[in-house]
């Protein structure tokens, strides 16, 4: 069966470092990859995708690459800040519709 | 835009009551899916729609969940009766698709909180 898993349940990093959460699958060919970010009580908010033909993607303090044979994605948060801490979620979709989301990783910046 | 809209934002009911949730999408927006969240389980998903059609409903957990489409501005999610372990948040989520080369981005609503009692 389908499978997603995230590196920990919990990371904690101080305040300026990078932050690197994994998300590695098995079973699933996914035609692309993307993370969203969840704060309590609030429901995910998409951040990045990411295709099964690209390697590697930006967007400001965020990027996530893909590596299809590792079957595995790295999410980055260079120069963290505590307004990151979160929980992160990636998310993996095929050709059809079939939209399968990781347990998560609660990111807490400290100060 | 509103953003996805969901009510109530809180419920809190008695074992064996009935409990209805309710979507409003995002406008343009053609796929709906129905989650549920809990600290055991994670996000799961429920149903999906697709152009109004229930297109796979094979997280239902039981019979006593349904979920209806009526047309493209709402959607509702019953469950009948009630039970302590329906407790978590359920979210609801739009996008837009249209084709194998599309990608799902998925819009969420804030969420129900149901507690049963």
């Known amino acids: 069966s389908q499978k997603i898993e995230q590196n920990s349940e919990a990371l904690n990093i101080q305040e300026g470092k990078t932050a690197t959460l994994t998300c590695n699958y098995t079973?699933?060919?996914?035609?692309?990859l993307q993370w969203y970010r969840q704060d309590p009580g609030r429901g995910p908010v998409f951040l990045l995708l990411i295709r099964e033909n690209e390697k590697e993607k930006r967007k400001e303090r965020l990027k996530v690459t893909f590596d299809t044979t590792l079957k595995q994605s790295l999410f980055h948060i260079t120069a963290s800040q505590p307004a990151d801490s979160a929980t992160y979620l990636c998310?993996?979709?095929?050709?059809?519709?079939?939209?399968?989301f990781g347990p998560g990783t609660r990111l807490s910046v400290l100060p | 835009d509103a953003g996805v809209i969901q009510s109530p934002r809180h419920e809190v009911t008695e074992m064996g009551q009935e409990v209805t949730l309710r979507c409003k999408p995002i406008s343009g927006h053609n796929s709906l899916f129905w989650y549920r969240q809990t600290m055991m389980r994670g996000l799961e998903l429920l149903i999906y729609f697709n152009n109004n059609v229930p297109i796979d409903d094979s997280g239902m957990p039981e019979d006593r969940f349904s979920a209806k489409m009526p047309n493209a501005s709402f959607s509702t999610l019953k469950i009948q009766p009630s039970e302590p372990r329906d407790s978590a948040v359920y979210f609801c989520a739009s996008s837009f698709w249209w084709d194998s080369a599309s990608t799902d981005t998925q819009y969420f609503g804030p969420g129900t909180r149901l507690t049963v009692l």
């Open positions: 079973n699933y060919s996914p035609a692309y």
């Open positions: 998310a993996l979709g095929d050709r059809g519709q079939n939209f399968v």
